[in-house]
């Protein structure tokens, strides 16, 4: 086949086959989904499509509107056939049908998206398998180890626990009543220091619970 040749709906033949998908149609197209379309069927070639659809819309045949470098063709409603009362109403019922099926379909695409969010962030079944495995591991570690404890003969009675708990009551208490005795003691005597608190530590050789990090329990 030669350059010039575009099939065998080129020429005349393209436009009234464009004419009439237009007509019957009713919609915009592009000079590219109206080549898309029709190509197989119609074996028209891209640039008989673009020529034609351009003499159309110069003969006002077809209506042309231009978005940026992209141009639009439908056909001119004015001379479609005006549509009856009946043909109006079964339109708008048409219409709302479509319309409820659209909330249909976006409801179930809500619903499948949320699904595919809480797959998306679930762990998979190798995942998982991997999981309970290191929890099983963990298991029969804490297991051992709470049979060793239980096997010790060095266990503490709860008397003895008892005991002990007393007893650092007892030294914590005397611990904060003679801190106390010293920190009144010192204020005292540095009233009438000429020196600086630093300083008079440094000379008498006081070393602070803070200069070792040593902090009193909490009271229980």
């Given at each position: 086949?030669?350059?010039?040749?575009?099939?065998?709906?080129?020429?005349?033949?393209?436009?009234?086959?464009?004419?009439?998908?237009?007509?019957?149609?009713?919609?915009?197209?592009?000079?590219?989904?109206?080549?898309?379309?029709?190509?197989?069927?119609?074996?028209?070639?891209?640039?008989?499509?673009?020529?034609?659809?351009?003499?159309?819309?110069?003969?006002?045949?077809?209506?042309?509107?231009?978005?940026?470098?992209?141009?639009?063709?439908?056909?001119?409603?004015?001379?479609?056939?005006?549509?009856?009362?009946?043909?109006?109403?079964?339109?708008?019922?048409?219409?709302?049908?479509?319309?409820?099926?659209?909330?249909?379909l976006q409801q179930?695409?809500?619903?499948?998206?949320?699904?595919l969010k809480d797959?998306?962030?679930?762990?998979?079944?190798?995942?998982?398998?991997?999981?309970?495995?290191?929890?099983?591991?963990?298991?029969?570690?804490?297991?051992?180890?709470?049979?060793?404890?239980?096997?010790?003969?060095?266990?503490?009675?709860?008397?003895?626990?008892?005991?002990?708990?007393?007893?650092?009551?007892?030294?914590?208490?005397?611990?904060?009543?003679?801190?106390?005795?010293?920190?009144?003691?010192?204020?005292?005597?540095?009233?009438?220091?000429?020196?600086?608190?630093?300083?008079?530590?440094?000379?008498?050789?006081?070393?602070?619970?803070?200069?070792?990090?040593?902090?009193?329990?909490?009271?229980?």
């Amino acid at each position: 086949m030669s350059k010039g040749r575009e099939g065998p709906a080129a020429g005349g033949g393209a436009a009234a086959v464009l004419l009439r998908y237009l007509r019957e149609q009713n919609r915009p197209y592009s000079a590219q989904d109206a080549f898309g379309n029709l190509q197989r069927e119609h074996g028209l070639g891209k640039a008989a499509v673009v020529k034609a659809l351009e003499q159309l819309a110069q003969q006002g045949r077809v209506r042309e509107k231009a978005y940026g470098k992209q141009k639009i063709y439908f056909a001119d409603q004015e001379q479609l056939p005006a549509a009856s009362d009946a043909e109006l109403r079964g339109l708008d019922g048409e219409i709302a049908a479509l319309a409820a099926k659209v909330q249909a379909l976006q409801q179930s695409c809500r619903q499948m998206e949320a699904e595919l969010k809480d797959l998306s962030s679930s762990m998979t079944t190798p995942e998982m398998a991997r999981e309970l495995e290191e929890l099983r591991k963990d298991c029969a570690t804490y297991t051992e180890k709470l049979e060793r404890m239980k096997s010790a003969t060095n266990h503490v009675t709860p008397e003895e626990k008892e005991k002990v708990c007393s007893e650092q009551k007892l030294y914590c208490k005397e611990w904060r009543r003679r801190k106390r005795m010293a920190t009144e003691l010192l204020e005292a005597i540095l009233e009438g220091y000429p020196k600086s608190k630093k300083q008079f530590f440094e000379e008498v050789g006081i070393e602070t619970d803070e200069d070792h990090n040593a902090t009193l329990p909490a009271a229980v």
